[in-house]
């Protein structure tokens, strides 16, 4: 149940009861940064329940992302950006609710921004492009407009991805992305984490967040599809407003089926993966040794001490 997420320069890693950030400085120096893990499951065990765990628990590792990308970013800050002073929001906000109270507030912004701009993306902007589409073919079947959605979706993921990829800054993180995924499958294996173990191990890991959101686009459209068979909405906006009705129910949904594929091996579990598994054709790229000493160390700080606690 070991997972990460690539960061600038650096790598997070969660485990089972503690979550570590370690991070290349530009001196080549490492810095660390590891806390307890408190779960949501245990401060509200009715939340750990099979489909309500998912949305939350979704919620809870964005959150952790993004406040290590936070940490991340202060050893790699913009040029000129040592020198600049705080804006008088930054200070306005240091000054009304202190580091620590501000920290939550631009981490919750993130993510309110975040979410919005992947379902406006990803969710609201097919289903425009489609109703567009469908405007001179009044007579267009239902389920042929299901079937557009889908493939918009996955167009406009699947480029996005690959536009991301071939940026400078997100090739590097993307590197990182893959020391993650093989320091991760060392440890699986059973094999001391070395550099030359990790160096032998696979980059594309099938319970990678990339397969993740891919599962979830597609689940989105085997849902919307029976739900629209019984609700056939064809104006635009209820059409947009029912996909984001159904969002939580697909992530629910997603989060069970990928639990489910991440503790077996089989044809079926093969199948399942192996879109996802293509897609990090263009989000992990082979590491260099320092990145998988940075993916080695993040990941022996967060193994817990009784052995098959961080089981599946």
């Known amino acids: 149940m070991i997972g990460g997420q690539a960061l600038i320069e650096g790598i997070m890693m969660l485990g089972p009861e503690k979550k570590a950030v370690v ?6 120096g490492l810095e660390e940064k590891v806390e307890d893990r408190v779960l949501i499951k245990d401060k509200y065990p009715i939340l750990g329940l099979p489909l309500l765990r998912g949305v939350f628990n979704f919620g809870a590792s964005l959150g952790n992302g993004i406040r290590a990308l936070m940490f991340s970013a202060e050893f790699y800050p913009e040029e000129g950006e040592e020198e600049a002073e705080p804006s008088k929001f930054e200070a306005w906000l240091e000054r009304h609710l202190g580091s620590e109270k501000m920290t939550s507030v631009i981490v919750a912004l993130a993510m309110v921004l975040g979410v919005a701009f992947s379902v406006a993306l990803f969710v609201l902007l097919p289903t425009a492009l489609v109703g567009g589409l469908a405007i001179p073919f009044p007579a267009m079947p239902m389920w042929v407009r299901n079937l557009l959605e889908g493939v918009a979706r996955v167009v406009i993921f699947t480029a996005y991805l ?11 993180v993307f590197q990182y ?8 499958f060392c440890y699986e294996k059973g094999l001391p984490l070395t550099v030359e173990n990790v160096r032998k191990q696979p980059r594309h890991h099938p319970r990678c967040g990339t397969s993740f ?3 979830v686009i597609v689940a989105s459209v085997l849902v919307s599809s029976v739900v629209f068979s019984f609700l056939p909405i064809t104006n635009v906006f209820g059409r947009m407003a029912m996909h984001v009705v159904l969002l939580p129910v697909v992530v629910s949904l997603t989060y069970e089926l990928n639990r489910w594929v991440g503790g077996h091996d089989n044809l079926l579990t093969r199948l ?10 263009w989000t992990t790229f082979e590491p260099e040794d320092g990145m998988i000493e940075v993916g080695i160390r993040s990941l022996e700080l967060v193994l817990p001490d009784e052995a098959g606690k961080d089981a599946w």
């Open 213 to 215: 959101l891919f599962v």
């Open 162 to 172: 690959m536009l991301c990829s071939r940026t400078k800054d997100m090739r590097r």
């Open 272 to 281: 399942l993966t192996a879109p996802g598994l293509w897609l990090q054709n």
């Open 177 to 184: 992305h893959g020391a993650e995924h093989k320091t991760i």
């Open 23 to 28: 991070v290349r400085r530009s001196d080549g």
